[in-house]
């Protein structure tokens, strides 16, 4: 089952059901009129999303229109974004001047979730010296957690599985870090790509936990990384479990799998600016890599061994908050 | 004016507006069930909300009953912690055995916001080797403030100012903080003290973005701080315009304190066991104070010069979560 959020001038959009070639959707009804609704009450919500999807499968539906497509989850209550990826972490540590992170837990931090862009927005930011940088990720919205939950019981919790671009701002990023509190500045809002599956649907793209698929990057039309979320030290449920061990997470939460990456990245790239950076200051002393500049484009698709887009793509535009609000406090 | 929310069996509780002598209140009405509704649109919400409190102040209302109360915001999109009072962060280095923190910044983290405990429910943790501490601090909920809203702007936004307790788990703090991502095991749900006022119902107790107020702290009936607020390093507006530099802020978003602390504390005591132990470290050579049991009693109320009660008195009992859920994974 694929769902999927279009505007309606709510905050929290209105939830459709998604045909499995893309090409068509169907409301979920009135019962259900957002994707944060219906994890309100996940288990009534599953089953009257299937049926609805069972019309679909029968050709019933109405032609979907991509442009009205927001974030699948356009608001959560909580968002708990990881950095499982080894390799990434330890290319960060590089780009980032830092020393190794000591821990056996899973990385963690909280981030904002009351906007997730939706997967066509330009988004703003206020300035290019703040190293501008997306973060192609994957991410699972689960239902309600209870605290002490372990890993291997945190699978059933799962319920739909997103594409995230985790944007950036590298520059402010190591001075929180260095605070031991997390980033505040240096993570504005994330962007979602169009649709939310659930693990089912993703067949073998799916497995302990992780998202076996390649995340297909390309920066101002040039292939950027292509780098698989298979190699994630901690799966979903394990990132779960270390969320879930002092608190009860609430339906709707998402849990992120920090910046996909791959030890073959010589030859597979990278899904954030700066780890190709820290890539460049290994091979040749130094980056060449600029970070992004206004009126760049980041386009990311995980792709299928079929060549299926599970997720739909996300392609977005960097612009220049002042143009947008030429109101803005300091313009 | 004096905001509060009763229990009514829903997420977000029932709004209501009490009167000042804290013994009546009235429903606000069916156009803002909840204070997260009145934020969707505080303008139109406040005019409303002044004439139920011009009724309560001609006698009207209905006698409250303080048992219904729950958090006067029992969830919010966005919690963002500060740790503004510089002698609680010197403290807590020698606490924690850190070095000092690189910022000439506020310290900020973003935290759970989901669920904010009412003012008298037990609160339940997993075991009392986490290191289980109260924190008492001073909050504000803003309106939407935009992004790059500067100090002396922020101080508009400032809507609301409320008492809270923001329970930590110490033995999971330092490793996290080594991280560099923040606390997610370490920081659980906070707590809230029954009411919500405006800046203007402070009087001379809000002053230069500051709560101005002794945050009297009583453990298992023994006193233990009486610290107050005015001792920030930076003012609420201050920590608002911090948070908002790279992102919009949502109505609704709550900014906190972190831990009320004065340089005057072997006078005044502390608003948590982790800075009572640091001053016993620096006096004793090691702490003598344990972290709470289950069992243990905490109650924090700040005091007004004339004796009164602005946010009502928040007390609060430390439980087994496993007594309070038999089936708890793990049990």
């Known amino acids: 089952m694929r769902l999927a959020t279009r505007a309606n001038g709510t905050p929290d959009g209105e939830l459709i059901v998604v045909s499995e070639d893309q090409g068509r959707a169907r409301v979920a009804g009135p019962r ?134 985790d944007w950036s701002l590298r520059k402010l990023a190591v001075p929180e870090m260095k605070t031991g509190f997390g980033w505040i500045q240096a993570k504005p809002a994330c962007s979602m790509a169009p649709f939310a599956v659930t693990p089912a649907a993703l067949g073998a793209g799916w497995r302990d936990g992780r998202v076996c698929l390649d995340l297909t990057i390309h920066w101002n039309g040039a292939h950027f990384g292509n780098a698989n979320g298979r190699e994630m030290r901690f799966g979903f449920h394990e990132l779960i479990a270390h969320a879930a061990a002092t608190r009860d997470l609430v339906a709707g939460t998402i849990i992120g799998s920090g910046t996909v990456a791959n030890t073959d990245y010589a030859k597979v790239g ?34 299928s061994p079929n060549g299926g887009s599970p997720f739909g793509a996300m392609a977005q535009t960097v612009v220049d908050l002042r143009t947008l609000r030429p109101q803005l406090p300091g313009n």
Chains 1, 2 share one sequence.
């Not at 994707?35 to 999807?53: I, K, R």
């Not at 990434?88 to 906007?115: C, E, N, W």
């Open 32 to 165: 259900w009129p957002s994707l944060l609704s219906a994890f309100g009450d996940w288990s009534a919500a599953e089953a009257d999303l299937q049926a609805v999807d069972g019309c679909l499968a029968a050709g019933e539906g109405e032609p979907l229109d991509p442009a009205s497509l927001r974030a699948p989850l356009p608001r959560a209550w909580q968002w708990l974004d990881g950095s499982a990826f080894q390799v990434h972490a330890d290319l960060m540590q590089v780009a980032f001047g830092t020393d190794p992170i000591p821990s056996d837990k899973p990385l963690m931090y909280q981030g904002l979730s009351d906007r997730f862009y939706g997967p066509f927005e330009p988004v703003p930011f206020r300035s290019e010296a703040d190293g501008i940088d997306f973060e192609g990720e994957y991410g699972v919205i689960v239902d309600a957690v209870p605290l002490g939950t372990g890993a291997a019981e945190a699978q059933t919790y799962i319920k739909l599985i997103v594409q995230i671009n």
């Open 270 to 303: 990278s899904s954030c600016i700066s780890e190709r950076r820290a890539i460049e200051m290994i091979s040749a002393g130094k980056p060449k890599t600029d970070f992004m500049a206004f009126g760049d484009r980041v386009r990311m698709e995980a792709r």
